[in-house]
């Protein structure tokens, strides 16, 4: 894979709550199971290291779909549904936030002792790739984050982030193992953050010369830097706007979820009986776990999967995001068994999704959907951090969901 660019991403604090945490690590280990179970370890490695695709995931799992918290609150969903079952999985996340980064290299050191790889290589690629991060790349962001995730194969991705309290401001690392020759030259996926213009970059190509012959510093323009790079450019504005979101792509999913279809949808007959509001919401996750790369270049669209802790694009909708974990749970259970007609379902929901966009004209904006799905949030039990859903006031003409 190569480097898949970078990403503004405002800097949040605050918790994530214990009703929202308990179905993201639900949801993040369903997600994963049906990765690995469809596509093998080395897949969610490299799925990992792609800045767009982890975003994506982070906003369908219902977090605030543009912030920095996506980065700890996804790592520690998955840090803790995974690892104790990793044996079974065979695969490991090690580290995490604040003091728990410093344990990287013990974590690892046990993971080594149960696989049979390389302690020390680990142990050597963690501090390494951090120590690039928080020094050679000197860009202004000072590291708080560092999860090391591997497999018993070996490979491995490394997510980190930074922070810039002056500017309000975080910057994400990806690492890849397929990807690196060496450690001080270019080793980075992805990198995403705000750009904040001239920094200095010692893994870069050109800083080759630098690093051999002499110890002065080099600033060179991050564009320059990351040649390969496209940048996601996540704003600071809470609320999802129309410029956030490919229209059409959502427009699909929704037209999929809750209109007249073909009369000869049988791919969808497994599904039956589940509501449409889930449908819709089953469709981006399908979308995540069978989704090609160039589907994620909005992640704020996935965030009509479970909205935001925050409100926004709407309220949490927890009926429906329990009945999606159970769906998508009860799938990857059969098809361990041997019986994959429901995990074949729900790919097709991915697949006549993207086929029906070639014919596709979307008629509502943004803002129509967004509305609608405030109206009735409190009927699928929508929740934020500010509390409950409420039901209109007053009777209010709804907005009509026919897109195609």
């Known amino acids: 894979m190569k480097r898949t660019g970078s990403a503004d991403l405002p800097l949040h604090g605050g918790q994530v709550p214990p009703w929202l945490a308990q179905r993201m690590a639900k949801l993040g280990l369903a997600i994963t199971e049906a990765i690995l179970t469809e596509y093998g370890k080395a897949e969610m490695i490299r799925r990992l ?42 695969i490991y996340i090690c580290g995490g936030k604040g003091k728990h980064s410093r344990q990287a290299p013990n974590e690892l050191m046990l993971v080594a002792e149960k696989t049979g790889l390389d302690a020390n290589y680990l142990v050597r690629c963690s501090r390494l790739s951090a120590k690039v991060d928080n020094t050679a790349v000197q860009d202004g962001f000072q590291l708080y984050l560092h999860s090391f995730v591997v497999t018993n194969d070996g490979d491995w991705a490394v997510i980190q982030q930074g922070m810039r309290d002056e500017t309000a401001t975080a910057r994400r690392y990806h690492w890849h193992s397929e990807n690196i020759k060496s450690f001080v030259e270019e080793p980075h996926t992805g990198i995403c953050g705000i750009n904040m213009g001239e920094i200095l970059n010692l893994t870069a190509a050109e800083a080759g010369s630098t690093r051999k012959g002499i110890f002065s510093l080099t600033k060179e323009d991050p564009n320059h830097i990351l040649p390969e790079a496209t940048h996601l450019i996540m704003p600071s504005h809470h609320d999802v706007r ?3 979101v490919d229209i059409k792509r ?8 809750h209109d007249t279809k073909p009369e000869n949808f049988e791919e969808l007959l497994l599904l039956e009986g589940l509501g449409p509001r889930t449908l819709q919401s089953l469709t981006m996750v399908s979308e995540v776990i069978h989704g090609t790369p160039s589907r994620f270049k909005d992640p704020a669209r996935f965030s009509f999967a479970h909205g935001g802790k925050d409100g926004h694009p709407f309220p949490v909708p927890l009926k429906v995001y329990d009945e999606t974990i159970r769906t998508l749970q009860n799938a990857v259970e059969k098809s361990k068994i041997g019986n994959s007609e429901k995990s074949e379902a729900l790919k097709k929901l991915h697949q006549i999704a993207r086929q029906a966009e070639q014919n596709f004209t979307a008629t509502k904006g943004v803002d129509e959907l967004i509305a609608k799905e405030r ?7 929508g929740k934020t951090v500010f509390g409950d859903a409420k039901p209109p006031k007053q009777k209010t003409k709804g907005v009509q969901l026919r897109l195609f």
Do not use: C
């Not at 369908?60 to 803790?80: E, N, P, Q, Y």
């Open 242 to 244: 129309t410029k956030d």
């Open 250 to 257: 959502l427009g699909t999913i929704l037209w999929l979820a």
């Open 49 to 90: 290291s792609d800045p767009f695709w982890f975003q994506s995931m982070g906003a369908v799992m219902g977090m605030d779909w543009h912030s920095s918290g996506i980065t700890t609150s996804v790592m520690g969903a998955l840090k803790r549904a995974i690892n104790p079952i990793s044996k079974d999985l065979g």
């Open 375 to 381: 109206e009735d949030s409190w009927k699928y039990g």
